[in-house]
């Protein structure tokens, strides 16, 4: 005897091709909006060299990111030889909860766009912060800036050298002084005329910079795109996209904004991206619309009956 063959148990297997694909596309959606990673890159450099507590460095956000997982963010400079860590922080998502109207738990979402300001206790605080997609040029609702130790774990970000330096994010704590391991973004200048000029954590900059568009090293040497020297209340910009480039950016500094010409038509692309939150709602009801219609065509015309064999 011939037994008829099994159907399938799959739950798309009777829903039509629009409403299975709708399906995928809400849950890929969902996962998208739910799974956040840490990604930040350096934007700008502050030093005043007269007080480090006048200090400053400047990140953008890439990609959402949850409180949370900004907790896991490590950031800070090395000593002017470039050989060792000498300034290490990472966020604390508690205080800023304690602080801003914006953040009422570890899961709400820093967005992509965002400027974030670290400074020592001379920069002044601003934690008035409100992203919408609605306003991506207005930068006063897109930065906020935290100083004195306030969100962050020590009193003071960077120390910066007014010759040579190297400032660097990391995924995770620094195992030791010269782990360099998790650093997701570092922008090295060297008062020499090699890129590879520097020590240790200097150079890991300059090797990762020939294929990680986060990394650059600028130096004095021909095309280095650096004087020499960080002059008091002086900066170093990013005037690319996530591609970096800091050659030839000395000036006065943006604190809390994009830099001019590509660096603000990047930021401004990222922080068209609707919110987060958007995504599912809109998702559900093409999935709705498109599930009623289903159910309106099936009415009208019953499929047929199986016969077995």
């Given at each position: ?9 799959s ?7 629009p ?25 700008e ?47 604390t ?15 709400d ?58 400032v660097w ?6 195992a ?21 000029g520097?020590?240790?954590i ?6 990762q ?101």
């Amino acid at each position: 005897m011939i037994l008829p063959l099994r159907k399938s148990s799959s739950p798309f297997r009777r829903l039509p091709r629009p409403l299975t694909v709708a399906l995928l596309v809400l849950g890929f959606s969902a996962g998208s909006a739910l799974e956040t990673k840490a990604s930040l890159i350096i934007n700008e450099i502050f030093s005043s060299t007269t007080s480090s507590s006048r200090d400053w460095i400047e990140f953008v956000v890439t990609t959402d990111i949850t409180l949370g997982a900004l907790d896991s963010i490590w950031f800070g400079d090395t000593n002017s030889s470039t050989s060792a860590i000498e300034e290490s922080s990472r966020f604390t998502s508690s205080e800023i909860i304690s602080n801003f109207s914006y953040f009422t738990s570890t899961s709400d979402i820093v967005r992509a766009g965002t400027i974030i300001v670290l400074g020592g206790s001379r920069v002044t605080s601003d934690f008035t912060y409100n992203p919408l997609s609605s306003n991506p040029d207005d930068n006063g609702s897109w930065n906020f800036t935290l100083s004195n130790g306030i969100g962050f774990s020590t009193s003071l970000p960077v120390d910066l050298s007014g010759y040579s330096d190297t400032v660097w994010i990391s995924s995770a704590q620094p195992a030791s002084s010269t782990d360099t391991s998790n650093f997701i973004s570092a922008i090295t200048y060297l008062s020499v005329s090699s890129a590879t000029g520097g020590g240790s954590i200097g150079d890991y900059v300059t090797s990762q910079s020939a294929t990680n568009p986060a990394f650059q090293t600028v130096h004095t040497g021909s095309g280095g795109g650096y004087d020499g020297t960080f002059v008091s209340n002086t900066s170093l910009s990013n005037l690319g996209d996530s591609d970096i480039n800091f050659s030839n950016s000395e000036g006065s500094g943006t604190r809390g904004n994009p830099n001019g010409g590509l660096n603000s038509t990047y930021i401004s692309s990222l922080r068209a991206v609707p919110e987060p939150g958007a995504i599912i709602p809109l998702g559900l009801l093409l999935l709705s619309a498109l599930y009623f219609r289903w159910r309106k065509q099936s009415i009208a015309s019953p499929a047929p009956e199986s016969s077995s064999l």
